[in-house]
């Protein structure tokens, strides 16, 4: 089963005269990169909300925003006095020791880190259990969003998975053709050094028998379909895995590749380069793959 790493949730629950917010977002990225918004007042469940999000969320680039709001209850604005007076002492340092005309200190000071705090009232055991609730809702929610995503990426490289497989009979069929070619041009163009220079014919037919089997593509043929297989089967499996399926693109490129390398011939690289194209969405939808 595919699951996308793009994903919506959210979730709003009312306690008392409060709202809670819940909500996640997310967007594709090699590992785990959490960005959490949290309120005041539960800024000490910084480090459990982190563990709880990491388990359920895997991979991505995720955004969580989690507010709680109150309109009725005024806000309470406070001013960190020491930050403020430390801030002053080393502006004032600062403009002396660059003998330029001093700025309005207060101004710039409280625009910066932490000289402001506001809300800073502590939560209750109630409402924490409420906030917790409301979180789970809205991971159901986003991991609902990233599955329905999931679905529509496997159906996409299912039929680009198909038409690989649809090529590769193609090239099946022009092969017999190709190899009867390479008999028939090698031998004409040979036959008549062969017979003004004496050269041992036995000899000749070992060296041309080597040469046909370097330009025989039978085992990549197997192969290929074989990784095909192996990628419909690891895209059915319970588990979501976008690392292992771009490791079977990996094999799935060679063995095409060596097949576009061997073939020598117009009508089966046209197909080559048809395979190389489903090949290259294929990879552009698993890099958004859990």
Known sequence: MIRSMTGFGNAVAEIGNKTITVEIKSVNSKFFDLSLRLPSAYKDKDLEIRSELSKELE????????????????????????????????????????????????????????????????????????????????????????????????????????????????IEKLEPERMT???????????????????????????????IEKIDISEEKVRLRSHCEYFLKTMSEPTSNGKKLAFITQEIGREINTIGSKANDAGMQKLVVEMKDELEKIKEQILNVL
Do not use: C
């Not at 960190?80 to 801030?87: D, E, I, S």
């Open 181 to 211: 070619g390479y008999r028939k041009k090698l031998t004409g163009s040979l036959e008549e050094f062969i017979q003004s220079n004496n050269i041992d014919r036995n000899r000749f037919e070992q060296e041309l028998i080597f040469y």
């Open 59 to 170: 991979r991505g680039k995720v955004d969580v925003s989690i507010l709680l709001d109150s309109p009725d209850a005024p806000k309470r604005t406070s001013i960190n006095v020491p930050l403020v007076k430390a801030y002053y002492e080393e502006l004032k340092t600062l403009t002396n020791d660059l003998n330029i005309s001093k700025p309005d200190y207060l101004a710039l000071i409280l625009k910066m880190p932490e000289v402001l705090n506001t809300d800073k009232t502590t939560g209750d055991e109630k409402e924490w259990k409420q906030l917790k609730k409301t979180m789970e809702e809205a991971l159901q929610s986003f991991h609902s969003f990233r599955k329905k995503e999931g679905e529509s990426i496997e159906k996409d490289m299912k039929e680009r998975v198909r038409e690989i497989e649809k090529r590769l009979k193609e």
